[in-house]
């Protein structure tokens, strides 16, 4: 493959991306439990809960701020290693981007107060109700950024005229096709992951020798969250399916190697691709899936690669991305049932050491998942960066040097990975858990 200033433009925006999600996805996901457990704390009287609260919000200020620098390293890149399409596009997701942008700055200036009013009001409660404006901000922040890209995959609200667009919508731009699919499942996927991220610190505690009710608690409460996220992703992820299927086939076609448009179309997991034939072997065929995937009939008719040009296909690689993303969606489903079945069998015994490691496990691949689902959503657009209107080729940057700025930039993101890392271990190393129990 040659690495011509278009590749190296989308290997430079790919890992800003791969380092950003990460950090934006807990920034998504964590508020969410810090309020379920201090609400639970309140309810129930129980400063397990509260500390829980008080120590995660603490850490949760870490991701929030490198999350500010690589989204500001994103911001940049799209004007910079993409010129032409944001000249042809940029007025059309300009509301989406400052939306974003106000959406960021409402959740600071709410976490900001959330974290200074500790213990200061005599009804709890009050207290309470500023976390809801922090998940209202990163919750709103992360479906205004998935609108841009959603808007990416199914462009509306605008006429294209002598290579500028005219006539623009921003609403229409902004709630286009692909939105409520892609804005709903990054937000519960983002959920899942936070919950198994602090279920996976519980977990290593007790894996330590911990017996502590605060941890075992904490992975309850984590765990009972990761389930029902983990459930809303999945259907939200057959919702997604029937969008691919109507306004993206191409797409699902390849991530199902699906060459030839048929009813009662199987779902195909795994398998070696035979290109002469076009034949999947050793593959598993669920019957019917794809067609109940697509169209919600087993005997359904799904459109194949057969359809469209090979020009236009995507690459056929993102079947195994689609194939990873829902092995581990499926891990993450039946973990936490596992657990407690595991606990209700070894009741006198406590937490099997077997399934607190399976759910340290579970905080890394949830976030696989994540990067797993982002790369099959831009690869699976190729060769297009604005669909039927822009291929990627023809929007990138014709400047020099974008080499030595990847280099740059994975220096930057390492040296960010390294302090980060450094900071959280001596945020809570430093001022272990038991030392703010009352």
Not at 3 to 30: E, K, P
Not at 249 to 261: C, D, G, I, S
């Amino acid at each position: 493959m040659e690495l011509d200033q278009t590749m190296l433009a989308r290997i430079l925006t790919s890992v800003t991306l791969g380092f950003h999600i990460i950090f934006a996805a807990l920034g998504v996901g964590i508020p969410v439990l810090i309020s379920i457990a201090e609400w639970l704390g309140i309810r129930r009287n129980d400063q397990h809960y509260l500390l829980m609260a008080k120590r995660w919000v603490r850490g949760f200020t870490v991701p929030v701020a490198v999350g500010v620098v690589t989204g500001t390293c994103i911001a940049l890149q799209l004007s910079l290693l993409w010129p032409s399409f944001m000249r042809v596009a940029g007025e059309a997701i300009a509301l989406p981007l400052f939306l974003e942008t106000f959406a960021f700055f409402f959740e600071a200036i709410f976490l900001g107060i959330y974290l200074y009013t500790w213990n200061r009001f005599r009804q709890p409660y009050l207290h309470w109700l500023f976390s809801l404006p922090v998940i209202l901000g990163s919750t709103a922040s992360a479906f205004f950024i998935m609108s841009v890209n959603a808007f990416m995959n199914a462009p509306q609200g605008f006429s294209l005229v002598d290579g500028r667009i005219v006539d623009i919508q921003p609403l229409l731009a902004m709630f286009n096709p692909a939105t409520p699919s892609k804005a709903g499942h990054m937000i519960f996927s983002s959920y899942a992951a936070s919950a198994y991220v602090l279920a996976a610190i519980a977990a290593l505690r007790l894996l330590r020798g911990s017996s502590h009710p605060y941890h075992l608690k904490a992975l309850r409460l984590t765990l009972t969250a990761a389930f029902f996220f983990s459930l809303a992703t999945a259907l939200w992820g057959d919702i997604a399916g029937k969008y691919l299927a109507q306004y993206q086939p191409e797409k699902l076609a390849a991530a199902e190697w699906h060459f030839h448009t048929d009813r009662r179309a199987p779902l195909v997991l795994g398998g070696v691709l035979d290109q002469n034939s076009w034949e999947v072997n050793y593959g598993l065929k669920i019957p019917y899936a794809l067609s109940i995937l697509a169209t919600g009939s087993a005997d359904g008719l799904v459109k194949g690669l057969d359809q469209v040009p090979m020009a236009y296909w995507p690459p056929l690689v993102i079947h195994y991305l689609f194939d990873g993303m829902v092995a581990i969606g499926i891990y993450m489903l039946v973990l936490p049932a596992g657990y407690v079945l595991g606990l209700r069998w070894q009741k006198k015994r406590g937490p099997a050491k077997g399934w607190l490691r399976a759910i340290v496990l579970a905080a890394p691949l949830s976030l696989l998942a994540i990067e797993l689902g982002w790369i099959f959503s831009e690869l699976g657009r190729q060769p297009w960066i604005l669909v039927g209107y822009m291929k990627t080729e023809h929007a990138a940057t014709t400047a020099e040097h974008v080499d030595k700025m990847l280099l740059l930039f994975v220096g930057l993101y390492l040296f960010i990975a390294a302090v980060c890392t450094v900071v959280l271990r001596k945020m809570f190393h430093e001022r272990p858990f038991d030392s703010e129990l009352r």
